[in-house]
């Protein structure tokens, strides 16, 4: 899928790659973020003077999240930059870090993992569909933003109190 050919890359300086992974790639699994489509992803994979392999280009997507309040879905199209590099296992002192990643001897260089990885760290799970939403009724579950429910007068809200108060006057 995100496979660099590192003969090609040796021979030509430059290896451009594009993919497209479907949203049920396996490539997501586990990492909690979820699509609704395909992911298209542009990379140019370029060999630096020192033996590192820099990997720069863009991911484009539909995100598919739930609002944390009231659970409705919230789309949202994402583009993330990717900057990645690639360190030979060779090299001394070299460890994964911070956007830096080792590679290991063989033919291809497999981006997946390090893709991966970029996605999930820049993708907050957490959103909400309005600053606004009311959320769920913690009592029966309605969606407060498109019915009142009946324990809403109960409700401990001070705004209903307060009303309540005026009511009884
Ligand atoms: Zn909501
Ligand atoms: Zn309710």
């Known amino acids: ?67 944390r309040r009231c659970l409705e879905p919230v789309g949202g199209a ?32 497999d981006l997946s993992s390090a893709v991966r990885e970029e996605v999930v760290f820049a993708v907050d799970p957490y959103v909400i569909c309005d600053s606004d939403c009311q959320g769920l009724c913690s009592r029966c579950g309605t969606n407060r933003n498109r019915q009142t429910c009946n324990c809403t007068e109960e409700h401990t809200d001070p705004r209903w109190e307060t009303l309540r108060v005026l009511k009884e006057k």
């Open 1 to 67: 899928m995100l496979r660099l050919d590192l003969a090609r890359l040796h021979r030509e300086g430059f290896v451009e790659l594009d993919a497209r992974l479907p949203a049920a790639s396996t490539l997501w699994e586990g990492s909690g973020v979820e699509w609704d489509g395909p992911v298209e992803v542009r990379l140019t994979a370029s060999q630096a003077g020192s033996g590192e392999i820099v990997v720069r280009g863009v991911l484009d997507g539909r995100l598919k999240r739930e609002c």
């Open 78 to 109: 994402i583009e993330h930059e990717l900057a990645l590099v690639f360190v030979s296992a060779d090299t001394e002192g070299a460890e994964d870090d911070d956007g830096v990643h080792v590679y290991g001897q063989g033919t291809e260089l």
